[in-house]
């Protein structure tokens, strides 16, 4: 009996090991599929957040991660802020309090960070500050510049022309449109002076 049990437990073993080198050498030999595993895991897109927005589901949490005072002017709504620098702080004072922030936050919804744009890096390096802790956060696969700025470059040429932007953003600098749009379904379309448009 003890050379079953022996034996078994060396079968596990082997069989654990050439699994794991399986892996190791199929992902050696795919890198790619990793790599797009990974982003599909971490990665949200605008469009989502846009759409979740628009039926007011707040199953997620968007933390900005700019300063105090970009945060404070304009922001994505319903985000939060956990700025990136507060103060003169060294770098592990910033590191624990980055933490500690991301510790407060609730654990049922999804945790998606952003910082200035699509190109920067801080919100990866905060991505892997909270992960090493074991917090696992999304990214958001643009910044605030191509929200606030850009949003014909994700929405489609012209969007920007039939909605509010505003509508998407909160913060002491928005200005609300009191403009009515035609694509957002809350406004009928104007008539015009040939009839053709919504009369």
């Not at 599909?40 to 105090?68: C, G, T, Y």
Request: one cysteine or more; hydrophobic letters at 40%.
């Amino acid at each position: 009996m003890k050379l079953f049990i022996a034996s078994l437990i060396g079968g596990i073993v082997w069989a654990s090991l050439i699994i794991g080198v399986y892996h190791t050498l199929d992902r050696e030999k795919n890198p790619f599929l990793e790599y797009y595993t990974v982003e599909n895991a971490v990665a949200v897109s605008p469009h989502d957040i846009k759409l979740q927005m628009d039926k007011w589901d707040e199953d997620f949490i968007i933390v900005d991660l700019r300063s105090r005072g970009e945060y404070s002017r304009e922001h994505i709504k319903w985000a939060i802020n956990i700025p990136w620098s507060d103060g003169d702080k060294n770098a592990l004072d910033q590191e624990k309090r980055i933490v500690d922030e991301f510790k407060k936050l609730p654990t049922n919804k999804r945790i998606i960070v952003h910082c200035y744009t699509h190109y920067c890096m801080l919100a990866k390096h905060v991505w892997l500050m909270v992960a090493k802790e074991g917090i696992n956060v999304h990214e958001l696969n643009i910044g605030w510049n191509e929200w606030r700025y850009e949003w014909d470059l994700w929405n489609g040429n012209g969007t920007s022309k039939t909605i509010d932007i505003n509508d998407y953003l909160e913060g002491t600098e928005v200005k609300k449109d009191t403009t009515p749009k035609t694509s957002t379904g809350f406004f009928p379309a104007p008539c015009t002076a040939d009839g053709l448009a919504g009369c």
